[in-house]
């Protein structure tokens, strides 16, 4: 099958030929038919996770057809429309029996501990606790915007945030899981402000519901202005960037006991920040992560999506193919792309 794959960090991926995966009992082979352009594959690229093994082929955010399926597995058969949570549970060890499948003690994440979906076909360990039906009127495309950012921040919006309908919540960086937060906020009822650096992706968000839009670069203090605006500050707020930066406004731009979620990755110089300690023990505020969502928990997140009519699509910035989506991950970190790009041929 034809995959991108690279061989060293940072160094070009290449679009070969490389063996079909092989089936596992309890796994399904998948045709992809869209996948997701992640900055967590570039933190992969770049050898940030401890995870990926060379060589590699990245890729996690996926959708397509099954077209074979394991002798354990029971749930699924050939020509199902899938896609999947880009970290999956095991199923037995302890948080998947308690049903956090999404922080599994022997986790299984396409694009890192395997290879990914860059590639014509991707192999999908524990098919049964982890694949996910898709509706009939959802494009892959559309799902593979679901697999990482989409979730990760539903996630941390809703089950960690609590956000509630008419509460102000602050978004600090208008990527891929930033504006999928932004929607699913507004989708809730919930006040929103999008931060950026970016007039373009600023204006994208507005488009999608932003009540408020800032530019950090223009605007010296975020914190200040958004307790301004919110008459004492948001009751959740989110790093969807990962810097120290970002993650030190989002803690600062909180209510009294509000809620930061963390979401975006914090790798290199960011991975520590020095956390404002004395705001955090003062107004009794919680420091929360977002790490995926478990498959089980789709349906409530699908209804959503339905029934507020959030579009996913619009979200999708660009299209390409295999190569060219190779190309743009590699340039991830250059920030100059608007919306979600999709290898979807």
Request: one cysteine or more; a positive charge.
């Amino acid at each position: 099958m034809k995959a991108a794959l690279f061989t060293k960090f940072k160094n070009p991926i290449a679009v070969t030929t490389v063996p079909d995966p092989q089936l596992d009992p309890n796994g399904t082979i998948i045709k992809v038919m869209a996948t997701g352009i992640c900055r967590s594959d570039w933190h992969g690229w770049m050898g940030h996770d401890s995870d990926v093994k060379l060589p590699h082929v990245p890729g996690h955010e996926l959708a397509g057809i099954v077209m074979e399926v394991g002798k354990n597995v029971r749930n699924w058969q050939k020509g199902d429309r899938v896609t999947l949570p880009f970290c999956c549970g095991c199923g037995y060890c302890p948080q998947c029996n308690s049903g956090n499948q999404q922080i599994c003690d022997n986790y299984f994440q396409p694009g890192f501990t395997a290879w990914g979906s860059f590639a014509e076909y991707v192999h999908i360990d524990y098919a049964d606790v982890n694949l996910v039906r898709l509706p009939k009127n959802m494009s892959f495309a559309a799902a593979a915007v679901l697999g990482c950012r989409f979730i990760t921040a539903y996630r941390g919006i809703v089950a960690q945030g609590k956000l509630q309908p008419g509460h102000w919540v602050a978004i600090h960086g208008c990527g891929g899981v930033g504006l999928s937060a932004l929607m699913i906020a507004h989708a809730i009822g919930a006040q929103t402000i999008a931060i950026d650096i970016d007039d373009t992706k600023l204006a994208f968000a507005q488009s999608l519901g932003a009540n408020i839009t800032l530019n950090a670069n223009t605007i010296k203090n975020i914190p200040l202005a958004i307790k301004e605006l919110t008459k004492g500050g948001v009751s959740v707020s989110v790093d969807a960037l990962g810097s120290s930066i970002t993650c030190i406004n989002s803690i600062l731009s909180l209510r009294k006991r509000g809620k930061h979620i963390q979401i975006g990755l914090m790798t290199e110089n960011h991975a520590t920040p020095p956390i404002p300690m004395g705001s955090v023990i003062a107004n009794e505020l919680e420091i929360l992560g977002s790490h995926g969502m478990q498959a089980h928990q789709y349906p409530a997140m699908l209804d959503l999506i339905f029934t507020k009519n959030i579009p996913l699509e619009k979200m999708i910035g660009q299209r390409m193919d295999l190569a060219s989506g190779a190309k743009a991950l590699m340039e991830m970190n250059q920030f100059k792309n608007t919306g979600v790009m999709v290898i979807n041929p």
